[in-house]
């Protein structure tokens, strides 16, 4: 019978289930993944904002 594993996050690989990746290559791999997930919603963040800010300047330019 097949032991209780789980894989990894980064490549896949069988690993223990105490594990979360299954070396530290894989570990650096997913942080920098993650770091430019962020860096991407944040820019996004900001665009769309900047989007917003733009939008209501040109609506409420000649209210005022």
Known sequence: MIEPHKHCSG???PMPMSERY???KCQQIMEEKRKKVNKTKSIIYIL???FILIW???ML???F
């Open 11 to 13: 490549c896949g690989a």
């Open 61 to 63: 330019r000649g209210q």
């Open 22 to 24: 299954c070396s530290p």
């Open 56 to 58: 209501l300047y040109f």
């Open 48 to 50: 769309f904002a900047a």
